[in-house]
């Protein structure tokens, strides 16, 4: 154990108190409830940042603070903005086509919760990872004085084996579409917290695949 994992693990422990304490989960909820994009925001930049740290962790063996992380963790946290918009926009468009009878089982809460999931995992899911790793990219060529950045430079740097192999053939279709479909099933409170959590998965997995050719290599 490093002191690093201290930290790390206590953080965790500090958000799982907030979280099952009722007075303090209770103020979380109405907050969250009350500002949905900004709860999202605040919950990824938290969240899915110590996912990053703990995939370098596990990776490298040491934790290491990356170039550009207060920017990283914005970006986590628009990226949290948007999944609060795409958990409420799959869901009730499932929930509209299985009752206009363009999906099956209409009115079966897990038919509903499986098809907004794999749809949203099959078409947003792969888009944000897209996003999560351009910007990414944009980070670290800023940080290594690059020169000019362009669209056609950031295409010729993304690891297209590692984004499509791995976080949209294997991440999307084994981990986010059955993880997603509990959670879609879950009241709307506890499903808050649970998709809260998942967040450090999403960072952990994500930051699998950014160095998984270097594992291998």
């Given amino acids: 154990m490093k002191k690093g994992d201290y930290i790390w693990g206590s953080a965790l422990i500090l958000w799982i108190l907030i979280l099952v304490i009722p007075a303090t989960r209770e103020s979380f909820m109405a907050f969250t409830g009350a500002h949905p994009y900004l709860g999202g925001f605040i919950k ?9 740290l703990l995939g370098t962790r596990l990776v490298k063996g040491k934790y290491v603070i990356p170039n550009g992380v207060v ?12 999944v609060t918009l795409m958990f409420t926009l799959f869901m009730g468009g499932a929930a509209a086509a299985q009752a206009k009878g363009l999906l099956p ?9 499986f098809f907004g999931s794999a749809i949203m995992n099959l078409t947003f899911g792969p888009m944000m990872m897209l996003f999560h ?14 020169g000019k950045i362009t669209l ?11 984004l499509v192999e791995f976080s949209w053939a294997k991440t999307c279709t084994m981990f986010w579409i059955p ?17 809260a959590f998942l967040s450090i998965a999403l960072g952990l997995l994500l930051a699998f695949a950014k160095k998984e050719k270097t594992v291998k290599a």
């Avoid at 089982?105 to 919760?113: R, V």
């Avoid at 790793?133 to 690059?146: E, G, H, Q, S, T």
């Avoid at 993880?179 to 998709?195: G, K, Y």
């Fill in 179 to 195: 993880a997603h479909t509990v959670v879609f099933m879950l009241p709307s409170e506890i499903r808050v917290l649970v998709s």
């Fill in 152 to 162: 056609s430079t950031l295409v010729d740097k993304v690891d297209w084996h590692s």
């Fill in 71 to 82: 920017f990283r963790a914005i970006v986590w946290g628009v990226i949290g903005m948007m």
């Fill in 44 to 52: 990824f930049i938290i969240l899915a940042t110590m996912g990053d």
């Fill in 133 to 146: 790793k351009i910007m990414d990219l944009i980070i670290d060529l800023k940080y290594d004085n690059a």
């Fill in 105 to 113: 089982f209409e009115g079966l809460s897990i038919a509903q919760a």
